[in-house]
């Protein structure tokens, strides 16, 4: 089997770079672990920058994103029983976020991959990256009980935190950054109205909450939860009850609740691996970084990856010039350092980090920082145009000539 760019991971990198490079023209192979349907059902991220929307729109999926997708101008912090809004499109010029569901995106270039004949092997087994080094490498994998090899020009390893391509660069070469948080999201889903037409972002003594949405009627929220609970250790009710204490005093008194649809607990961290590229080998989005999901940048990261290597994939088949690979991680790292250091800024702000170890001062002394730091930024309008500009995204860097 032979294909120009070899994929591993039909997350949402994996799809929409599929897509892009298929647009202009070059051949790809997707291989996936688990079953579409198991990828559906990782609920995930909710909010999409506007670079992300364009990357979906020039990849030709975005028919039911821009018709279902709902354009927020702002969202709220809410501390110490107010609530200041950032208002994202007075802020930044104009600019905006999307809000629409990571698992409707996925849906989208699931079904625009199926209906443009593009391959993608679900359910492969033990894929191992070959010769990346080389100019002729290559993916093994198992599949329905066989043993294959795709050989190809490049490989994409879009294969999340857990997958083998990141493994593939040699220990002595990659450079690894890593922040453990000590406590994690507990994330509910909802067939119930969302509790404000906007985002609310929670600090609160009791834990951080945020309370989301999918669409008008679906709601998504989520508590800080120590690291040490398990979903079965929270019922319907308790989640409710906890939710209820920490929104601010109007929100909670008009919260609808109702049975979840999903509930789930995710780790925090951030974490880099440098450098994202090793020989033919490129690592892209969750393959290479991770961040808390507090600042909504996760999969934006996984775009913008996309997008640097799509140019760069166009620029060497269409004129012919791969040296160009060498600026990918360069230029990807940039701006997931800008994504990571706001993801990790946020966190600090908004969560109670209890009587946990906080670095070289104690807790309390951290939290008083922190505290003035969120005053601070919110009581004056720079300090919000700085969140803003943020939030909605920063610029994706061109390929040099
Ligand atoms: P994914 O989605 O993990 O997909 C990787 C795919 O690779 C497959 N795979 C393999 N395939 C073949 N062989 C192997 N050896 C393989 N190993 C793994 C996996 O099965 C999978 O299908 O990575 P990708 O595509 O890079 O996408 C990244 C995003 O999923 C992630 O960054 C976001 O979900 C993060 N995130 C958020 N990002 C945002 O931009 N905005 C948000 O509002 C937001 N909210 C969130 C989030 C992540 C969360 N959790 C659970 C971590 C909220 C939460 C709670
Ligand atoms: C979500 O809706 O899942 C979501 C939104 C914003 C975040 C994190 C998660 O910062």
């Known amino acids: 089997m032979k294909t120009q760019v070899a994929i591993i991971g039909a997350g949402p990198s994996g799809l929409l ?61 809410a501390s110490e029983g107010k609530r200041v809004r950032i208002d994202l499109k007075g802020l930044t010029g104009g600019k905006t976020v999307v809000c629409y569901g990571q698992v409707e995106i996925t849906q989208d270039l699931m079904l625009a991959r ?46 999340g935190f857990h997958g083998v391509s990141r493994q593939t660069i040699p ?39 945020l309370a989301s949405m999918r669409s008008e009627t679906r709601s998504r929220y989520y508590l800080q939860v ?12 308790a989640f409710w009850a906890e939710l209820k204490k920490r929104l601010p005093q109007d929100i909670a008194e008009n919260l609808v609740t109702g049975p979840s649809l999903e509930k789930s607990i995710a780790p925090l961290r951030s974490f880099v691996c440098e450098p994202m590229q090793y020989g033919r080998l490129f690592l892209v989005g969750d393959a290479a970084h991770i961040v808390p ?15 640097t290597l799509y140019k760069i994939m166009t620029r060497v088949y269409q004129q012919n010039d791969p040296d160009c690979i060498s600026q990918y991680s360069d230029i990807a790292l940039r701006r997931v350092w800008n994504g990571e250091r706001f993801s990790w800024w946020m966190s600090n702000m908004l969560h109670n980090f209890g009587q946990m170890e906080t670095g070289d001062m104690d807790a309390a002394t951290f939290k008083r920082f922190m505290d003035s730091e969120l005053g601070y930024f919110l009581g004056s309008e720079n300090g919000r145009r700085v969140i803003a500009e943020q939030y909605v995204g920063l610029p994706y860097e061109e390929l040099t000539d």
């Open 17 to 77: 770079l599929g897509q892009l490079l298929a647009k202009q023209g070059i051949d790809n192979i997707i291989l996936e672990r688990v079953t579409g349907d198991y990828v559906l059902g990782r609920i995930r991220a909710g909010i999409l920058e506007q670079g992300f929307a364009d990357l979906v729109r020039e990849a030709g999926v975005a028919e039911r994103m821009d018709a279902e997708g709902e354009v927020h101008d702002g969202f709220d912090i």
């Open 226 to 237: 120590p690291l040490a609970d398990k979903v079965e250790d929270w019922s319907d009710d």
């Open 171 to 209: 220990e002595e070469v990659r450079t690894e950054y890593e922040r453990v948080y000590p406590f994690g999201w507990l994330g509910l889903l909802s067939d119930t109205p969302p509790a404000h037409s906007e985002l609310i972002y929670c600090k609160h003594e009791r834990g951080f909450a």
């Open 293 to 307: 999901p507090t600042g909504a940048k996760g999969l934006n990261l996984a775009a913008s990856d996309v997008a």
């Open 114 to 159: 199926e209906a443009a004949g593009l391959q993608t092997f679900y359910e492969a087994n033990d894929v191992q990256p070959q010769d990346v080094k080389t100019d002729a490498p290559s993916l093994t994998f198992e599949y329905q009980g066989e043993s294959y090899r795709l050989e190809c020009d490049y490989i994409a390893g879009c294969d």
